[in-house]
């Protein structure tokens, strides 16, 4: 990937081991195949696509939910980047592989967002309850449920009272016989995992490098840490691996990019099996970890899992 936009989205696999996720200018939907060949690629009905996730759409197709912030970054006319915003609020959609829209969730009839705005970051399908859950992490840090049929069920009781600090990314974990719906709740640099219902159940891991998005694969717990880390934790929470881990990033003039020397703003060259910033994650159906990066341009990055954990592959995977 290269270009001028700053790379902002998430990837997510369909039903038939798909990819799709969003070109560097987060509207543009990219449908690969297994061996990272562009299938399609047309223009979605959003502003940005930063969260995305595979469902299952009215006539049993798949859909890609996205959460749509409304947000994004332009150049300022003076060699940087400045935030933008487009509307009164963010969206959450369900779209057809054309890019389309099928479902729309209507905006939260919470007293907040009529002074404030809604921009969500993540959407869940909870398959064991056909409810869909929005987390509005850039905006009012609660996390809402829909029942099946789009209408509005309230927001998650865990969320209220500021107990999250940006929650960016959830999954959903429905492996040894119960039901956790696990949340990245990135500023507070740990996940939590939620019932159902909505109720906490606890902290499932603390001390984490901004997790940015998480999977679930084979038990085990798969973390994209936006300060230039991918984490493999077990099912408890218990880090068992730490994978491209770059300290210096983070601490980089400009980053998740860098500046040149007339002091602009640009792409950075990451050092070779180091990450700059994960924000988007999922697996393939080949047991294999997809990661997208969030800046100029985008960066789309491999593991695979051998007899020693996991290990980045040497190049961006769609060079």
Known sequence: MSGPHWAHSDITTLSDGRLVTFSPDNR??????????LLASPTADVVSAHGVTAGTGEDGQDVVWVA????GTAPDGRGGYE??????????????LDGTVERELP???QPVYDRHRFEPTAVLPVAATGEVWVSDGYGQRLIHRYGAGGDYLGPVEASRDGAFRCPHAMALDDSEGEVRIIVADRENNRLVALDPDGALIGTVAERLRK?????LHEGSLLVGELEASFAHLDRAGRLIQRVGLDEVAPLRPEW???????G???APAPPPGRFNSPHGIT???RGRVHVVEWLLGGRHMLLTRGAGGYALAPADWTE
Do not use: I, Y
Request: charged share 20%; no cysteine; proline share 14%.
């Open 283 to 285: 697996v393939d159906g």
């Open 107 to 109: 905006l939260p009839p």
């Open 83 to 96: 935030p933008v915003r487009e509307g009164r609020h963010g969206r959450a959609v369900a779209l057809r």
């Open 256 to 262: 998740p990019n860098t500046v040149d020397a007339r």
């Open 28 to 37: 543009v939907m990219l449908v690969l195949g297994p061996d990272g060949e």
């Open 211 to 215: 997790p940015s998005s998480v999977a």
């Open 68 to 71: 749509d912030p409304a947000t």
């Open 264 to 266: 602009a703003t640009v």
